[in-house]
């Protein structure tokens, strides 16, 4: 297998690393690598070598796997990388959420050439960016954009409830129009989720009924109400298990348009945006993915 690695700055200098890569060449594969520094370098790795190699493989957060995966989408043609992921972030939602070994990194590489499966997986955008995951509007994407790197660095997954629980007293509702091909709602809400996956934030379960390759973004949001919206804000931050379901609304489609009278805060696997209109769409099956078998992501 050829495969190039599209390594995290934060961690060239991480020895483990260095040796499961150097394991994976002992095996009889080929590995290039390359680190990134600034926005946009895993979108160049990747688009560079996607019609050269077998797989690009995404080392770090869920914020590099996006990166990667718009590289791979942004070229054309019927011989493309199949998208790899090596979890070195600190929510790794994308990978958890499938089933990809998060805590040996040789079992990472396992998945890669040895058990793992090409899947092929739809891309959602938003306004142009691309995002394979989950996009965050409201409460839960301002939690994301002011947790501390220190913090996270120290806590990893955790820091994001720690910050959550932090700022829950505090949160304002949005006020706006949820639009999709035959759906639309208005009022006051504290937060909503736009997924082509599953979970955010760490692991909190925020639209459990997506699946990467069914063509279609499942979206929820979470109304102010009589104080049950808030009440939900609280448990999801303080119990990772809690599932994004009874008290929301939801909806699937291949489209979503998001209008606020605030500006409001949204995230998309890392990428922070802020505006009052966004519009969202999925394209079925645009790349491939190497999965665990049993990813629970991908439709039976």
């Avoid at 095996?27 to 990747?46: C, L, P, Y």
């Avoid at 809400?189 to 379960?205: D, E, H, K, M, W």
Wanted: charged share 25%; proline share 3%.
């Amino acid at each position: 297998m050829i495969m190039r690695v599209v390594l995290h700055g934060a961690r060239a200098d991480n020895d483990d690393v260095r040796a499961a890569i150097e394991a994976v060449r002992q095996d009889g594969h080929e590995v290039d690598v390359r680190v990134t520094w600034e926005g946009g370098h895993g979108q160049a790795f990747a688009a560079e070598v996607a019609q050269k190699v077998d797989v690009v493989v995404a080392a770090g957060g869920d914020g590099t796997v996006r990166e990667v995966a718009e590289g791979l989408a942004s070229v054309k043609g019927d011989k493309r990388a199949a998208l790899g992921v090596i979890p070195l972030g600190t929510a790794n939602d994308f990978a958890s959420s499938n089933g990809i070994p998060t805590e040996e990194l040789a079992d990472g590489f396992a998945v890669l050439t040895r058990s793992g499966v090409r899947r092929r997986i739809d891309v959602a955008t938003c306004e142009g960016h691309t995002f394979l995951n989950v996009a965050t509007g409201g409460f839960g994407a301002q939690v994301t954009a002011e947790t501390p790197d220190t913090l996270k660095d120290a806590l990893g997954s955790f820091s994001y409830a720690l910050a959550g629980v932090a700022r829950i007293g505090s949160v304002e509702a949005l006020h706006g129009t949820v639009r999709g091909a035959d759906f639309e709602w208005s009022g006051a809400f504290l937060g909503l989720a736009v997924g082509n996956g599953c979970q955010a934030g760490g692991g909190a379960v925020l639209c459990p009924g997506a699946r990467l390759d069914d063509g279609v973004l499942e979206v929820r949001v979470v109304p102010e109400g009589d104080g049950a919206g808030r009440l939900l804000l609280e448990t999801l931050v303080r119990d990772r298990e809690t599932v994004l379901d009874e008290a929301s609304i939801a909806f699937r489609g291949p489209w979503v348009e998001i209008e606020t009278e605030e500006c409001m805060h949204m995230n998309l696997d890392g990428e922070p945006m802020t505006g009052r209109s966004y519009r969202f769409d999925v394209s079925p099956g645009v790349i491939e993915c190497i999965l665990p078998r049993d990813s629970a992501l991908i439709s039976p």
